[in-house]
């Protein structure tokens, strides 16, 4: 049986140490879902110029983020890496090329925030993939596919970012808003990837693209799910939805999760927030 896909629109990195609709789901996933040999994580904040996989065997936890309480810098996620896997994706994607990365990166918040509530024990083995900065959005599409027949040797792969994040737009007194134009995006993503996940990039030339995906770095760990969903089962579930802030989309989608989508999102307490002293551009959530 395929290992499960995920993405999970992860906001605020507070959501590591708060109890709120979103991480209550996420937990819910984790519980569910069958468990995983491994995990694959894309993370939105290891946007850089190379392709690589973290290939230690003890990733450290790197708090990637500013202005934020003591407690969000003293988390650790200490989960094993999976050098022999980091190898398996090495081969797996040829002819395009991956470099091993043994001792500079680990798990950044993007990662650690949401494996914190997927898989609390830490248990699982992770490695953490790179999103090539100078790389075309296709690229991304591509690889996933590839890295998508990972999924029968029972790795998890997760996409971890935000479909909406347009951190200049933040109002941090709509903790539970989603304004127009990212709400018209959020719900041309959930139609694409439901009916046809191979044609997301179609979303670029939706008018509100812009606003919503002004940098790329978080709308790209979508683009990963989309492509294991098109290589594979040929769509993928909302499993959450909902927005933060108002220019931030909380929405979670699986492929292959044999999960009906539950009420995961009603009731409970609104996504973290961002610090009021910090400036939400520079906190880099």
Known sequence: ?????????????????????????????????ERPKAILMVSAHWFFGATAVTAMARPRTIHDFYGFPQALFDFDYPAPGAPDLAG???EAVKPQWVGLDRDQWGFDHGAWSVLAHLYPEADIPVVQLSINALKPLDYHLELAARLGTLRDRGVMIIGSGNVV????????????AGFDWAQRFDEAAIEQMAQAPEDILKLTEHPDYDLAVPTPDHFIPLLYTAGVAAAGEGRAQTLVHGYSMGSLSMTCYGVGCGVAPDALTDGGAPAAGIPATTPPEQANI
């Open 1 to 33: 049986m395929k290992s499960p896909a995920l993405f999970i629109g992860h906001g605020s990195p507070m959501n590591t140490l708060e109890e709120n609709r979103y991480t209550q789901a996420w937990r819910d996933l984790g519980s569910t879902l």
């Open 88 to 90: 398996e994706i090495v």
């Open 165 to 176: 994040h347009n951190l200049h737009q933040v109002r941090w007194d709509q903790p539970e």
